[in-house]
């Protein structure tokens, strides 16, 4: 029986729906803070546990009978690396066999990224627990990009703080299919970080490029400084966190925490992961 967490969020849910094509329905449990947050889910043929990272409870009721675990990284800014600790602990209290973690890509005590400070605290929590386990070092989605090119379009210059550094942008859902791939049969994936990352990287002059050629008009990449990324963001409205947690993504970037490719994605899901330039093009033109 394999528990995936976060099932009522992106990563979670499409990873289900991969899952499903490869696992019977009755083989997969998901857990959802409510049950109307379940109900789609519950729909497939899919086990529903109520729960949440907090409660302790809950999550070793959802962990009964659970051999394989995906650990999905909690979405809240504070609190986050608590939330897993909870998570693996209950695992453990459990005697589920395998847990696999969607983590951030060369996770690090060090990153700029705030997030990626967290996801290296779990790690080291899980591979603690003595429980096996298959890392998933997810790079930064795609699907998270548009958020980051502001309204282009009108200005044809994308402001933002990347230096000339490059980063590797990869479709969420090609990370989703990893994760069924490993979660389907774990024994094969035992004790490995993965590097998930579709094949290149590119630095933001390198993106204004593909959007001028997609949108048939010049867009300019102007380098920004963080404080002024930041400052934009607290302008706009953005709580003071979330913008912090967002800056420390384009210092992070800045630094080239995410200027990496292999085709480690690629073996694992049996195709060429989508490359930037498709996904900017189906967004855009
Ligand atoms: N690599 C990247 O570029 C990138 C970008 C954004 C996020 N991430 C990370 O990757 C994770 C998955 O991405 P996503 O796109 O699937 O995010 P998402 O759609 O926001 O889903 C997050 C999931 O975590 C659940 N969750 C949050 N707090 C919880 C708690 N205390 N107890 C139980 N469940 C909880 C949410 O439940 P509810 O539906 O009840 O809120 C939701 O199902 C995110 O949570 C974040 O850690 C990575």
Known sequence: MILI???SGHLGSSTIDFLLKKVPANNIRALVRSEEKGAGLKAKGVDIAIGDYFNHESLLAA???IDTLLLVSSSSITGRHEQHANVIRAAKE??????????VLKSSADSKFTAGIDHAKTEEDIK???ITYSIMGNTLYCDFLPMLLGNFKETGTVYYSAGKAKVNFTLRNDMAEANAVVLSNPSSHQNKVYNITSASAYSFSDISGMLSEIVKQPV???EISLEDLNNGMLQHGLPADVAEMMTSIAAAIKAGEFDYADDTLEKLIGHKPLDLKDFLTAVYS
Not at 94 to 103: E, L, Q
């Open 5 to 7: 967490t976060g099932a």
């Open 63 to 65: 962990m009964k009978g």
């Open 94 to 103: 459990a005697g589920v066999k395998h847990i696999v973690y969607s983590s």
């Open 128 to 130: 603690a627990s003595g």
């Open 220 to 222: 300019n990449y102007i």
